[in-house]
C-alpha cells in the first residue's frame, strides 16, 4: 500500500517523467477520451472468479466483481468509465470519456483472483495520463440520460470566469430554438440546464468556450438523452376497413427505451390475435387482419410498454367495416353523339345505410368538363349540345372511405350519316326464325324494325323492335320449310335511316312439294330478269336539281345530284300521275341524296319532287310498263311504302294507300311463270 500511496503523491506532484516505473504515457485533450488496455490474464488460461479495480492516484474508481450485476464507479466519474474490449485490447480495458483536467494522473489495472493464494500475479498495469488543452475548459459535458420532465445538466466549466459560454444543439445555436432557450438556464458555472427535459430534447450539445484575452476557442461535446414510459403520439377516432381486403390497425407510439410489449384491446378486453383467426400482430405492434370482415368492426385501443413502462392506453379507435362502393347505373363503354345533340352518361352509386359515397365525373385527359354546357344530376353527367371537343373518354368515380371505383366511357361525336346495320345471321327453326345484326353505330339511339317476306310472295311484314338496344328478334308464326327474305331497318330519332343487305333463310322442316316447286321457279325467274329491270324515268325539268327516278328490285329509287358543299335536309314528295302529280302518296325526308319507294304499279305513272332546305330543287316522273315482270311491281302489297329515311307517319299513309290497290300476290307469281 504505500507504494500505491507514494506513487500517488507523486504522480500529483512530480513530473511523470520523475516516476520509477515503466508507466505507459497516454494523452488526452479536455472533453476527449483515453483507452486503457488491461489483460485479465487467467492463471492457465482458466476463467476462474476475479476482481476487476481500477485506481487513479491511489483512489479506487471502478471496481467490479466477477459474477456480480453492476460496477462499482466512484461518484466524480459516474458515466465516464466504460470497459471496452474489441480488438488488442484485454477484458479489463477501460475508456475515460468527455476527459478533464483533474483526470490526469496515474491509473493502475490491477486483477485479482480472490480463491487463489497468492491472490494477485503482479502488481497491476500502469498509465501515466497526461490532459491537453486544458487551458479554456475545466469540466466539459458528459453523456446524461433523464427521464422526461426531469432536470437535466450539462457541464461546461470553464478556467476563467471572464471566458464567454456558448451552447449549439446538434449544430444549432441555442439562440435560434426559442423553445429550448425558455425551457432552459445558463448558470455561471457555464453549465446548461432543462428545468424539464422534453422528449424532444435529446441530441448532441456542444459547449464553445472562448479566450477572453486571445482569439481562442475550445469546445466539447456530449449527449442528452430523455427516456420516458412507451405513449400513444396519435389515435384516429374512426377508422375503415375495407370490407375482403387486407387491412392494418396501426399503434402510433413513441417509446425511449424501445418499446418491449404492445397490448391491444377490443370493446373492453384484451384481444389478443394469437387467438383470433386470420388476425397477426405486425413486428411495429399494428394489427394485420388478412380479409377484414364485419367481425373485426368494434372499439380498439393499444397500450405500449417499455422498460419504464407504459403512459396509457390510446383513447378508443371505432373500426368500421366499409364494403367498396356499387354501382347502381354505370354509362356504357361507348356512345356516338351527334353534334348539336344533347347526351347523358349515367352513373350511380347503390345507397347503402351510413355510407353514402361520392360520385364525380372527369375527362380522363386531365381537361375541364365543358363550361356551361354540362350538368350533374345525381350521379348523371348530361352534355348539352355536343361539340367536336367533347369527344374523348370519360370516368366516373365512385368512391367512399373503403374503395374507389373508376368506370370509363368513351364519347365519340359524330358528323357522318349513319351506317345500316350489318352482319345480319339467322338462326332457323321450323316456325320461326332468329335474327340478329351488328348495329351500325354503337350506342347511338336507334329504332329497328326488321321487314321479311316470303321469297316468293312479295308481301313484305315488319316487325318493331320495341327496346332500344336490342339487336335480335324472333320471327314466329313462318311456314315450316320455307325461304325468307330479311331485312333489318335503323331509324334514328332525327327520321334518317337504311336498310341493311337482306338475308335469305330457310325454315326447317318440309311444305307441301307443289309450294316448293312453285317459289323456286318464280325466285328463279325474278333473279334471272333482274338485269333486265327497264328503267323508265323521265328528267323533268321543273328546278335547277338535277333529279332521276329508276326502278330496281326494291321499287323506284329516287336520287338527286346537288352540290356536295349542300348537307341541309331535302324533302321528296311522292304524287300519284304525271307531272306535277294528282294525288300526294307519301313524304319522306332525308339528309342522303337518295330515297328508295316501293309500291309502284303496273302501268301507273308517278312524279317525284325533290325540295331541299338550300333552296335547291328538281323533279323527276316514272311510267312503270304495263308488262313489267319485277317483283317490285307485281307484289302489289310488297310496295308497303319500303321509303329509306322516310318519316314513319308518311310510311305509313303510303302503305296504306298503295296495298290498297295491289293484286294478290298468288297472282303475280302466276304470271310470272
Ligand atoms: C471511447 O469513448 C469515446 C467517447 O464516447 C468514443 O468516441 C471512442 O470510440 C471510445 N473508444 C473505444 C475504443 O471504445
Ligand atoms: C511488485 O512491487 C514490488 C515492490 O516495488 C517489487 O519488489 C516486485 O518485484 C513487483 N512485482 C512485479 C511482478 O513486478
Ligand atoms: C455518448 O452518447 C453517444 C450517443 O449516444 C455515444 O455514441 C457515446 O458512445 C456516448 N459516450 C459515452 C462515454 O457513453
Ligand atoms: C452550476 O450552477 C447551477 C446553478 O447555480 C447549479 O444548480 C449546478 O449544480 C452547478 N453545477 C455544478 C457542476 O456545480
Ligand atoms: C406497421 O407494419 C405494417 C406492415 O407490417 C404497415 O402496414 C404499417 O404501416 C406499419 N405501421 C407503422 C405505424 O409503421
Ligand atoms: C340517371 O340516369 C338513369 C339512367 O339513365 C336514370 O334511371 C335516373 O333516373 C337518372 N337520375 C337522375 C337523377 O336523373
Ligand atoms: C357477325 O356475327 C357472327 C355471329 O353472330 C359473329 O361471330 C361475328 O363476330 C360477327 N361479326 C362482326 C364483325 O360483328
Known amino acids: 500500500m504505500w507504494v500505491l500511496r507514494a506513487l500517488a503523491a507523486l504522480a500529483a506532484s512530480v513530473a511523470a517523467s520523475l516516476l520509477p516505473l515503466d508507466a505507459e504515457q497516454l494523452h488526452a485533450s479536455v472533453g476527449g477520451f483515453a483507452v486503457m488496455n488491461c489483460h485479465l490474464d487467467f492463471p492457465f488460461g482458466n476463467e476462474i472468479p476475479y476482481h476487476l479495480q481500477w485506481d487513479k492516484d491511489g483512489e479506487s474508481i471502478f471496481s467490479w466483481y466477477s459474477g456480480e450485476g453492476a460496477a462499482r464507479v466512484a461518484d466524480r466519474w459516474g458515466g465516464r468509465v466504460r470497459r471496452v474490449q474489441g480488438g488488442a485490447l484485454g477484458r479489463g480495458s477501460i475508456n475515460v470519456s468527455a476527459v478533464r483536467e483533474t483526470d490526469a494522473g496515474l491509473y493502475r489495472c490491477r486483477v485479482t483472483f ?116 412507451a405513449k400513444v403520439v396519435y389515435a384516429p377516432k374512426e377508422r375503415f376497413l375495407p370490407y375482403g381486403k387486407p387491412a392494418s390497425l396501426d399503434c402510433h407510439f413513441s417509446a425511449n427505451p424501445p418499446l418491449t410489449n404492445l397490448r391491444w384491446e377490443k370493446d373492453g378486453f384484451l384481444f389478443d390475435p394469437y387467438n383470433v383467426p386470420g388476425v397477426f400482430y405486425s413486428r411495429n405492434g399494428s394489427l394485420l387482419f388478412n380479409q377484414v370482415d364485419e367481425s373485426h368492426e368494434g372499439e380498439y385501443s393499444c397500450t405500449p410498454y417499455n422498460s419504464l413502462g407504459s403512459a396509457g392506453p390510446s383513447p378508443g379507435v371505432r373500426v368500421r367495416v366499409q364494403r367498396p362502393p356499387a354501382l347502381a347505373a354505370r354509362p356504357q363503354p361507348l356512345y356516338v353523339a351527334r353534334l348539336g345533340a344533347t347526351l347523358t352518361l349515367p352513373c350511380a352509386a347503390a345507397a347503402r345505410h351510413r355510407d353514402q359515397p361520392l360520385v364525380h365525373w372527369a375527362r380522363k385527359d386531365g381537361s375541364e368538363l365543358p363550361a356551361g354546357r354540362h350538368n350533374l344530376d345525381d350521379g348523371n353527367l348530361t352534355i348539352v349540345d355536343v361539340t367536336e371537343d367533347d369527344r374523348g373518354v370519360y370516368v366516373c368515380t365512385v368512391s367512399n372511405e373503403a374503395a374507389t371505383v373508376d368506370v370509363e366511357t368513351e364519347l365519340l361525336v359524330e358528323n357522318m350519316p349513319p351506317r345500316a346495320p350489318y352482319n345480319l345471321t339467322v338462326r332457323p327453326a321450323t316456325d320461326s326464325l332468329h335474327l340478329s345484326w351488328v348495329p351500325g353505330h354503337n350506342g347511338l339511339e336507334v329504332d329497328y324494325n326488321v321487314w321479311y317476306r316470303e321469297r316468293t310472295v312479295s308481301e313484305w311484314r315488319t316487325m318493331k323492335i320495341l327496346t332500344r338496344g336490342v339487336t335480335e328478334a324472333t320471327l314466329v308464326g313462318l311456314r315450316p320449310g320455307t325461304e325468307y327474305e330479311l331485312r333489318v331497318l335503323s331509324q334514328d330519332l332525327i327520321g334518317d335511316g337504311l336498310f341493311s343487305k337482306p338475308v335469305f333463310a330457310r325454315t326447317l322442316g318440309s311444305s307441301d312439294e307443289e309450294g316448293i316447286e312453285a317459289e323456286q321457279v318464280a325466285y328463279a325467274a325474278a333473279t334471272t330478269e333482274e338485269a333486265e329491270l327497264g328503267a323508265s324515268g323521265e328528267s323533268a325539268d321543273v328546278g335547277d336539281l338535277e333529279v332521276t327516278v329508276r326502278l330496281i328490285d326494291e321499287g323506284a329509287l329516287v336520287r338527286w345530284r346537288r352540290d356536295p358543299s349542300d348537307a341541309t335536309r331535302c324533302t321528296l314528295r311522292w304524287y300519284e300521275g304525271a307531272p306535277p302529280g294528282e294525288r300526294l302518296l307519301a313524304t319522306g325526308h332525308t339528309l342522303h341524296d337518295y330515297m328508295l319507294v316501293s309500291g309502284a304499279e303496273e302501268g301507273a305513272h308517278y312524279w317525284a319532287r325533290v325540295q331541299c332546305a338550300s333552296g335547291a330543287s328538281g323533279g323527276a316522273a316514272l311510267r312503270v310498263p304495263e308488262y313489267a315482270r319485277l317483283r317490285g311491281v307485281a307484289a302489289g302489297c310488297a310496295a308497303a311504302a319500303l321509303l329509306l329515311a322516310a318519316l314513319a307517319a308518311a310510311l305509313l299513309a303510303a302503305r296504306r294507300r298503295l296495298c290498297a290497290r295491289s293484286p294478290p300476290p298468288a297472282r303475280a307469281d302466276k304470271r310470272l311463270r
Open 114 to 229: 480472490p480463491n487463489r493464494t497468492p491472490p494477485a500475479r503482479n502488481n497491476g498495469t500502469f498509465y501515466y495520463l497526461t490532459v491537453d488543452g486544458g487551458n479554456l475548459i475545466v469540466t466539459p459535458p458528459m453523456n446524461v440520460t433523464v427521464l422526461e420532465g426531469e432536470r437535466a445538466e450539462l457541464e461546461c466549466l470553464p478556467k476563467s470566469p471572464e471566458s464567454a459560454v456558448e451552447w449549439f444543439k446538434d449544430g444549432t445555436p441555442l439562440g435560434e430554438l426559442p423553445e429550448l432557450a425558455l425551457r432552459s438556464e445558463r448558470p455561471a458555472n457555464g453549465s446548461l440546464v432543462l428545468r424539464r427535459a422534453a422528449s424532444t430534447d435529446p441530441g448532441e450539445y456542444e459547449c464553445r468556450v472562448h479566450d477572453p484575452d486571445y482569439p481562442d476557442l475550445q469546445s466539447a461535446s456530449a449527449f442528452l438523452d430523455v427516456q420516458y414510459k
